[in-house]
């Protein structure tokens, strides 16, 4: 695991103001746990609210635009989502790649105009069951990977993180083997050294995302080159999502 663990909620479409309750014990339950960086992805209204009661946890967008501004009607930029209070912006999710048809490159230029406007980035990746079965997972996720990142990255270490999903684990309750996640994350660790060099690309947090919940947090996390999660589901309610930030906490203890 990362020297600082890495733990993300992502709300996915889920969350009216009602739910800021939450998202404030959730900073109160981090700042008792500083040892783990923990993050919050909410849907784009509540970004502002969010980062306005947050005293501890960093607030981000789960998307954001290519284009720096113009006619581009219900879209948001990465200026605009910083300029609420956003920190980082998760993208290439899979649910956008299926519901808004996000190619690699446009991944690619939406993670450019994130940078350009001093937002970290959590670049998401993952196959289907079928590639999978077809034992092509780790060969699709490194291809898919390549193509959706920048070539260079001023601060990569500091500013990329990289999410593995593997699509057939996201809101299914199913996860790889402790040994498949291990395996994959090295793949992913060897693309990230060769893009960009031995430095940045061994400090590179990768999360697993999939499925994460209290009970199997310990184990996921304890996977070689596993730097953190980021968490669906288990993230809508402070006392699940603070389970896994615990969990984390414990595994720095051992
Ligand atoms: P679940 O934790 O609900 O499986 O979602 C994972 C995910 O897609 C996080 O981005």
């Not at 230029?109 to 997972?137: M, N, P, Q, S, W």
């Not at 947090?205 to 184990?219: C, D, F, Q």
Request: with cysteine.
């Amino acid at each position: 695991m990362a020297e600082r663990p890495y733990i993300v909620g992502n709300w996915k479409m889920n969350g009216t103001r009602a739910m800021l309750s939450e998202a404030r014990a959730i900073d109160r339950g981090a700042q008792r746990l500083m040892k783990v960086e923990v993050a919050l992805a909410p849907p784009f209204t509540l970004i502002h609210p969010v980062h306005r009661e947050a005293e501890q946890i960093a607030v981000g967008a789960q998307d954001c635009s290519a284009a720096p501004d113009g006619a581009h009607t219900g879209d948001i930029s990465a200026t605009m989502a910083a300029d609420a209070g956003a920190k980082f912006v998760i993208l290439g999710h899979s649910e956008r790649r299926q519901d808004h048809g996000e190619s690699d490159a446009t991944v690619r230029a939406k993670a450019e105009a994130a940078f350009a406007a001093g937002l970290k980035v959590i670049l998401c990746c993952g196959e289907t069951e079928e590639t999978r079965d077809a034992g092509k997972a780790e060969a699709f996720v490194t291809r898919q990977l390549e193509a959706s990142l920048p070539e260079t990255v001023d601060g990569a270490a500091e500013r990329l993180s990289v999410a593995y999903e593997p699509i057939w684990a996201i809101g299914t309750g199913r996860t790889p083997t402790v040994e498949d996640v291990a395996a994959m994350h090295n793949a992913i660790r060897a693309l990230l050294v060769k893009l960009y060099g031995e430095e940045a690309g061994n400090e590179i947090r990768i999360l697993y995302g999939g499925s994460v919940k209290p009970e199997n947090a310990g184990e996921l996390l304890a996977a070689d080159n596993v730097g953190g999660a980021l968490v669906g589901g288990a993230s809508l309610t402070a006392e699940s999502f603070l389970g896994i930030v615990n969990a984390a906490a414990e595994l720095l203890e051992r």
